[in-house]
């Protein structure tokens, strides 16, 4: 039987609670979803961890979406400018 692809919401609502879950936040895509203001702002990930979610995003778009991997590749990195966390840098991470 074939599995049917996720939609444009699930898609988005599996890259927003996968990337507040290797963030290391208790926050889910249901607690931002309607909140107009800058949420992705009030939290934040390290460059490593930013890498690692980008990673598993092109891995997810080209498995569950069937993406090409060049494709999902630019989509990661477009879905990390639009809904990605602030960046920590190290003198964030040593405070």
């Not at 599995?3 to 936040?25: K, L, Q, S, V, Y």
Request: aromatic share 10%; charged share 35%; hydrophobic share 35%.
């Amino acid at each position: 039987m074939r599995r049917r692809r996720p939609t444009d919401e699930e898609i988005i609502e599996n890259i927003i609670n996968r990337m507040f879950e290797i963030a290391g936040h208790s926050v889910c895509y249901e607690d931002i979803v309607d909140r107009k203001d800058n949420w992705y702002q009030q939290y934040t990930m390290t460059e490593e961890q930013d890498k690692i979610w980008r990673d598993w995003v092109a891995n997810y778009l080209k498995k569950e979406c069937k993406h090409p991997v060049k494709i999902a590749e630019r989509s990661a990195s477009l879905y990390s400018l639009m809904w990605g966390l602030k960046i920590r840098n190290n003198e964030q991470l040593s405070r």
